[in-house]
């Protein structure tokens, strides 16, 4: 009987169901992608940057002024070597160009016709001239500067003997550097036309003989020479 009623019994089916938790969405952020504001470069005085567009145009800022970059451009970068003696050891990344009064130190050896060793110590004075798209030509113009003044003067001092370099090392140097001087005196200073560089002005800093021995004579016949001439002066006023 009971398995007949159980089986004579309607069936009860449900039309709807519920969960027991709610479904939670997953967090979401929202990027603001446009921006406050364009990058900005301050050039300060005697310095110049150089913009270069992705179509490859270039522009020439020269400081003082502030200037904004367009949302295509890059600033172009130099390398510059450093120490004394100037070398590529350890080179600076720079985008800004120093173009007036600038002061570049170097530490050049060079050997006399007699096969005596000198060691000058220089400080170069140089400008930039020319067209400004023309300065950025060489990437590190420290060392097309420096390597260019010791092959000068390399050259020029082993064509005289230490006796006649050491009596007018300053004067001799600047004449290599900067040229002679004309009637009025001034020096032209040397052009470098790959980029507009020129040397204005060359300051000798030290002038050392490398053999100790001779440079003791030297000094000696300097002295004596100072001596024969103060005696000579007083012989002549007698």
């Known amino acids: 009987e009971r398995s007949a009623v159980s089986q004579?019994?309607?069936?009860v089916l449900a039309d709807e169901f519920t969960r027991g938790s709610t479904y939670t969405e997953p967090r979401t952020v929202t990027l603001d992608t446009k921006f406050a504001g364009v990058p900005a470069i301050d050039i300060w005085t005697g310095y110049a940057v150089m913009l270069v567009s992705k179509t490859g145009e270039r522009r020439v800022e020269i400081g003082p002024k502030t200037i904004l970059l367009s949302y295509?451009?890059?600033?172009?970068?130099?390398?510059?070597?450093?120490?004394?003696?100037?070398?590529?050891?350890e080179l600076v990344r720079?985008?800004?160009?120093?173009?007036?009064?600038?002061?570049?130190?170097?530490?050049?050896?060079?050997?006399?016709?007699?096969?005596?060793?000198?060691?000058?110590?220089?400080?170069?004075?140089?400008?930039?001239?020319?067209?400004?798209?023309?300065?950025?030509?060489?990437?590190?113009?420290?060392?097309?500067?420096?390597?260019?003044?010791?092959?000068?003067?390399?050259?020029?001092?082993?064509r005289v003997p230490i006796e006649e370099f050491y009596a007018r090392s300053e004067d001799f140097i600047r004449d290599v550097i900067l040229g002679t001087k004309s009637d009025d005196g001034a020096r032209p200073g040397r052009l470098f036309p790959e980029n507009g560089m020129r040397i204005t002005d060359a300051e000798v800093l030290q002038v050392q003989v490398g053999d100790e021995r001779i440079a003791g004579l030297l000094a000696e016949a300097q002295r004596s020479a100072v001596e024969s001439n103060i005696e000579l002066g007083k012989a002549e006023k007698e």
């Open 72 to 89: 295509d451009e890059t600033l172009e970068a130099l390398q510059m070597s450093t120490g004394t003696p100037k070398s590529t050891d």
């Open 94 to 158: 720079t985008v800004y160009l120093r173009v007036k009064n600038n002061q570049v130190s170097d530490l050049v050896y060079a050997e006399t016709s007699d096969h005596v060793m000198v060691s000058i110590w220089l400080s170069l004075r140089v400008n930039f001239e020319s067209t400004p798209e023309q300065w950025f030509e060489v990437e590190n113009y420290v060392k097309t500067l420096t390597d260019h003044v010791r092959s000068l003067l390399k050259s020029h001092v082993r």
């Open 8 to 11: 004579d019994a309607p069936a």
